[in-house]
């Protein structure tokens, strides 16, 4: 039970960092940061993605269909799929501000 807190609280932390935020206006330094977080957090939903995905196939093999096996987990990944989706946007909103400060 303490991964499943563990997971919900990060989906919550990804839900909080979702907000859109106006990149003009910040610093090339914090547009970084800001990219570099993203990634990781990218990254870190992944693995995740890929843990919750494991339980599944492991609760299915050893014992059968359930709902602790399947039905919780694949909420959680609709959960993290859904604010990764949010977060590449943000992404490439960061990136496209980059590249239009270097042309400029």
Known sequence: MLIFRVLTEYIIKLQIMSDTKDYSKMTPEELSAAEKKLKRSEFVSAV???FLVGIMIFGVAKNGFGFL??????????????NSQTQKRNLNEIRAEIASRKNI
């Open 69 to 82: 096996y399947i039905f919780i987990p694949v909420l959680l990944i609709v959960g993290i799929v859904k």
């Open 48 to 50: 995740l993605v890929g």
